[in-house]
């Protein structure tokens, strides 16, 4: 008979950006966050700033581009 292989749990982390509680499935290879797309250049500020995963919020809204100004009104 064969052994079931038990798949990783995903983990409860909790995020440094805003303190909200989430799920990380890092360890079952399959997390929400692999579908964010970050710069290298974010990456390496976020890496600066924080320690561990972000939020999918914080996640979404970091990543998110940059609204244009608008330009005043005379």
Not at 8 to 16: E, L, M, N
Not at 26 to 45: I, M
Request: aromatic share 4%; charged share 20%; glycine share 6%.
């Amino acid at each position: 008979m064969a052994a079931l292989r038990r798949q990783p749990a995903s983990r409860t982390d909790r995020c440094p950006r805003c303190d909200a509680t989430f799920g990380c499935g890092v360890a079952t290879g399959n997390c929400w966050c692999s579908a964010v797309t970050l710069t290298p250049e974010l990456r390496g500020e976020l890496a600066k700033d924080y320690e561990g995963c972000l939020c999918p919020a914080c996640l979404r809204e970091l990543s998110a581009p940059a609204a244009p100004a608008v330009p005043s009104l005379p």
